[in-house]
């Protein structure tokens, strides 16, 4: 069954907190996304992951950063999270650059 | 500056209809073309995708046109029906070598 999968789902945290979304993904996929979503916006790019150790920024990285220590799991963390990175944030995989993107259902993060 | 560009962020449609739906882009290395389509509170899944080898794909309802020489891909819909009504995410890259990059998003609606 291919899919990825995104925790927590909802998450509220109180500007300054640290946070910390998950992702897996069990397609064996290389490469791995972080993106946000906002009305007006579409879907903006904060990291790509190629490999294991092997991340980019993508075009809004500020405030967040992110680890992949295991092909199958990719994570994003706010160090300090801020009121205007209240988003619905979402995981994707693809087996390369320039193929398919899955994507996890989305986690909805507010900060308050 | 943004590399794929969806100009109408909404479109209404009678049911039955032909929903048409534009996407233009900058990169001239950009070779594989996509239409994602995402509900409420879901995550985008991939409808249909062509590489620029050919310049029409269809599939049942749906057909993608590639101009390249335009820098210009759409997909029209037609027969539409009420549960075509979401939010449609044109995307392109570069197989192997450039990230997917996506459009802001159309929100098509179905009217009864």
């Known amino acids: 069954d291919m899919k990825v999968t995104q925790m927590p789902r909802y998450l509220i945290k109180r500007m300054g907190e640290n946070v910390l979304l998950e992702c897996g993904q069990d397609?064996?996929?290389?490469?791995m996304y972080w993106y946000r979503q906002d009305p007006g916006l579409g879907l903006q790019l904060i990291y790509i992951s190629y490999d294991v150790d092997s991340n980019s920024e993508g075009d809004i990285p500020k405030g967040y950063r992110v680890s992949r220590k295991k092909r199958e799991h990719f994570s994003l963390i706010l160090d300090s999270a801020k009121t205007n990175q209240t988003s619905v944030y979402f995981c994707?995989?693809?087996?390369?650059?320039?193929?398919?993107?899955?994507f996890g259902k989305g986690t909805r993060l507010t900060v308050v | 500056g943004q590399q794929v560009k969806q100009s109408s962020p909404s479109l209404t449609v009678q049911e039955g209809g032909i929903s048409i739906l534009n996407c233009d882009y900058e990169?001239?290395?950009?070779?594989?073309f996509a239409w994602y389509k995402k509900y409420p509170d879901n995550s985008p899944t991939l409808l249909i995708s062509?590489?620029?080898?050919?310049d029409k794909r269809e599939d049942g309802r749906l057909t993608v046109f590639l101009n390249k020489s335009g820098k210009h891909f759409s997909l029209h819909i037609t027969a539409s029906q009420p549960e075509d009504t979401a939010v449609y995410l044109c995307?392109?890259?570069?197989?192997?070598?450039?990230?997917?990059?996506f459009g802001a998003g159309t929100k098509l609606t179905i009217k009864p």
């Open positions: 994707a995989s693809s087996w390369d650059r320039g193929t398919e993107v899955f």
């Open positions: 990169n001239d290395m950009f070779d594989y």
């Open positions: 062509v590489r620029s080898n050919v």
């Open positions: 995307a392109a890259g570069n197989y192997g070598n450039e990230k997917i990059t």
């Open positions: 397609m064996s996929h290389e490469t």
